[in-house]
């Protein structure tokens, strides 16, 4: 006898700094592509994907809202966590400014709005541009642990690396927070 599948719909959210690839991230693991051409994202992009999640038999539906990073936003913003269950929180390997704004612009907000067993990754992408990064991995893993993210991932949105694993753990942290034993 096997266990019926169980469906799951989360609303997470994709934060950060304007132009840390937020949107490309998003486009990587829903359609596997990326796009060289920068276009800001204009208050929120809403993007769905249904996952498989055949290790604790699940069906999951994630709603992504991809938001701004523009300061232009930072008053509707709150608006867009309501019923937020998790995040990425994303900076940019090669901009050491969109790492300092994790913990005191981000994270707060999540915090803020979102309730207290809300579940978050820290993200360092781009790290395709290895020529150009400012912001060492260990630096990445020491804020990870300070902040209490469950996860550290750092990805290429460009090329795919880690994609499909950030959303993942995101999603297995989120089930775990529901009393899911994974």
Do not use: H
């Not at 966590?81 to 907000?109: H, M, P």
């Not at 990064?133 to 990805?155: H, N």
């Amino acid at each position: 006898m096997t266990a019926e599948e169980r469906e799951f719909v989360f609303k997470i959210t994709i934060l950060g700094d304007a132009a840390v690839g937020k949107t490309s991230l998003i486009n990587q693991f829903v359609e596997g592509a990326f796009q060289e051409d920068y276009k800001p994202t204009l208050g929120a992009n809403i993007v769905r994907k249904d996952v498989n999640l055949e290790e604790v038999n699940a069906q999951v539906r994630l709603i992504m809202w991809d938001l701004a990073g523009q300061e232009k936003y930072n008053v509707i913003r709150s608006m867009y966590f309501q019923g937020c269950v998790g995040a990425l929180v994303v900076y940019d390997v090669t901009r050491f400014q969109t790492f300092e704004n994790i913990e005191s612009k981000w994270l707060k907000d999540f915090k803020k709005y979102v309730k207290r067993e809300g579940a978050y990754i820290l993200i360092g992408n781009k790290i395709d541009l290895s020529d150009r990064r400012t912001v060492p991995e260990e630096k990445g893993k020491e804020l990870a642990e300070k902040i209490q993210a469950s996860d550290f991932i750092e990805t290429s949105a460009k090329f795919g690396d880690n994609v499909e694993k950030a959303f993942k753990n995101l999603v297995f942290q989120i089930l775990r927070n529901y009393g899911e034993k994974i």
